[in-house]
């Protein structure tokens, strides 16, 4: 399979290069050449699958023989070690769980398979391979966890001291082996920022081998498609040829676009709802047909607070770049902190089940498309924890979130963090006797 810039300014690579490179050359994002359409015996077996089993078929088809079949499965199997449950509020309202993983977010799905491609396309690299990555809380961790112990990688992050919630720096700067915490006094944006300088930094890229891991790579977005025929599988195994209707929590749009994608190779989708915060770029889009990024502005579903979403153009690609086409499958929905807080504490007095405000968002627009469409089935991706929002939670819910194992144990270990003042100096020597140059 080969992979073009949604820029069109360079040839197609093959998978290696597009992960690898991870944004093209051209500063275009990675999409497949073709979409290939999965077989019919797949859906009829689809009901009885495993996520694993349908990892496995889902990936073959876009990656081809790049990574020998049980090279590819050993991954999927270490990748996908935990449950992604469907849990039924009502018989056709359901929410996907995807917080079962080391981080407590949906992005340990595609940051745990992502890690294990590359280090499997670098292993015959001799000098180590050092991923770099700046950090507001969230992406930080599930890159950390998801990279933690693979062999031949360093992984460093940068984050803002003082800046991320002590629940997100447990989750990095904890961990130890290969994974290393620098504490920056500055703000997010100063981490990034020294994160570009190091990689437009040609000398220093001849002393060692630097890469991203940010949330761009196809090898990010592909795993996050499985777990849309995840839940369309568990469903048909409580109703024949469900009607399902996917409500999507978004940011960067990857998830969504991953979901178009499983769409595209035949996956059964009635629609698709764009669900966002105060940030409604895409909703914006998809009622005015004018695209308008902006900063983004802070609300409590943080992880979603995105002006201009990096996906967008992908998501452009997969209709052709038709306003009208997207228009079709895909209905954009914006709320407020005000309604976020209402609908967490609606789903706990209705359900008694606690959703975090990314997934309360997800509702909002499941309940809205619902009154219309009463006979769907609408399936909520919840993409965190509630306990790790559980501030949130508890003032609309008046309920303490259970703390999960997986971050008991974070937060009983020591933060390990190098402190660094804002200067690039200071990180450029700390890289090299990283990879033991003298400096
Ligand atoms: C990253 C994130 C999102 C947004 O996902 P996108 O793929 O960027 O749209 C939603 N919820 C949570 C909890 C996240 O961490």
Request: glycine share 6%; proline share 6%; with cysteine.
């Amino acid at each position: 399979m080969q992979y073009f810039s949604t820029n069109q300014q360079i040839l197609p690579v093959d998978f290696r290069q597009a992960v690898i490179d991870g944004l093209a050359k051209d500063r275009g994002l990675f999409m497949p050449e073709e979409i290939p359409a999965l077989p019919a015996s797949f859906f009829q077996a689809l009901p009885d699958l495993s996520l694993r089993e349908i990892a496995r078929n889902v990936a073959w088809l876009f990656i081809e023989k790049e990574i020998p079949g049980p090279v590819l499965g050993q991954i999927i199997e270490e990748a996908l070690n935990f449950p992604i449950p469907l849990v039924s509020l009502e018989p056709n309202l359901h929410i996907l769980e995807l917080f079962h993983g080391p981080t407590l977010a949906f992005k340990d799905v595609g940051a745990r398979f992502m890690s294990r491609i590359m280090a499997h396309f670098l292993k015959d690299t001799e000098k180590k391979v050092y991923v770099l990555v700046a950090t507001s809380g969230d992406t930080g961790s599930a890159v950390a966890q998801g990279f933690y112990k693979v062999p031949g990688i360093e992984v460093i992050i940068l984050y803002p001291s003082g800046k991320v919630s002590r629940v997100q720096e447990v989750q990095f700067s904890t961990l130890g082996h290969n994974v290393t915490s620098l504490e920056v006094d500055g703000t997010f944006d100063d981490c990034q920022r020294l994160v570009k300088t190091a990689f437009a930094d040609a000398t220093l890229r001849e002393e060692m081998y630097l890469t991203s891991a940010n949330s761009i790579n196809f090898a990010r977005l592909l795993p996050q498609s499985f777990y849309y025929f995840y839940a369309y599988a568990q469903l048909a195994g409580r109703v024949p040829n469900p009607e399902v209707v996917f409500s999507v929590p978004s940011g960067n749009y990857g998830n969504l676009t991953a979901g178009l994608l499983a769409e595209q190779t035949g996956l059964p989708v009635q629609s698709f709802l764009a669900a966002s915060n105060a940030n409604d770029t895409v909703p914006e889009y998809l009622t005015t047909r004018t695209f308008r990024p902006r900063p983004s502005v802070a609300t409590l579903s943080n992880a979603m607070d995105v002006g201009d979403p990096s996906n967008f153009a992908r998501m452009q690609c997969l209709f052709g770049h038709s306003w009208e086409g997207m228009q079709t499958r895909v209905s954009g929905y914006s709320f407020t902190d005000e309604q976020t807080q209402k609908a967490i504490r609606e789903v706990w007095d209705k359900y008694g089940y606690l959703i975090d405000p990314h997934g309360a968002v997800g509702y909002l627009a499941a309940t809205s498309y619902r009154q219309m469409h009463p006979a769907t089935h609408a399936v909520i991706l919840a993409t965190a924890h509630p306990a790790k929002f559980s501030e949130a939670v508890a003032l609309a819910t008046g309920q303490i979130p259970p703390v999960p194992a997986q971050l008991e144990t974070c937060l009983k270990r020591e933060k390990v963090s190098v402190h660094m003042a804002n200067d690039y100096g200071q990180l450029r020597a700390f890289l090299l006797r990283q990879q033991g140059v003298a400096v």
